[in-house]
Nanobody, 126 residues
Framework: QVQVMESGGDLVQAGGSLRLSCTVS????????MGWFRQAPGKERVGVSC????????YYSNSAKGRFTMSIGSAKNTFHLQMQSLDIDDTATYIC???????????????????WGQGTQVTVSS
């Protein structure tokens, strides 16, 4: 059984930083793509960042570029999202996901089985 679990969400002031972590267990293959999504209240889930299993082909949304950095942890079943210069528009539930796909932009795409975490809440106060 594949399990994906996020941690690190918190209440932070605007301008602050936060590091999210995601731990994956139960995948028999180490060949998978990893990604972070977020969903704000009343809005659709959107992609924030993604990366290949060996750190290849990183992607960042326009809102994440220059502020967020995705990395693979020393324990290869973990990955992180370092967020800096947070603003109130970053308030959302952050969800990590993994999928076996040719590239990380296909996480969540029909035709590629995606495993989703439950999400961790990030709230940025002014």
């Amino acid at each position: 059984q594949v399990q994906v679990m996020e941690s690190g969400g918190d209440l932070v002031q605007a301008g602050g930083s936060l590091r999210l972590s995601c731990t994956v267990s139960g995948l028999t293959s180490s060949d998978y793509q990893m990604g972070w999504f977020r969903q704000a209240p009343g809005k659709e889930r959107v992609g924030v960042s993604c990366i290949g299993r060996n750190g290849e082909d990183p992607y960042y949304s326009n809102s994440a570029k220059g502020r967020f950095t995705m990395s693979i942890g020393s324990a290869k079943n973990t990955f992180h999202l370092q967020m800096q210069s947070l603003d109130i528009d970053d308030t959302a539930t952050y969800i990590c996901a993994v999928a076996r796909a040719p590239n990380c932009r296909l996480i969540g795409n029909n035709g590629y089985t995606t495993y989703w975490g439950q999400g961790t809440q990030v709230t940025v106060s002014s």
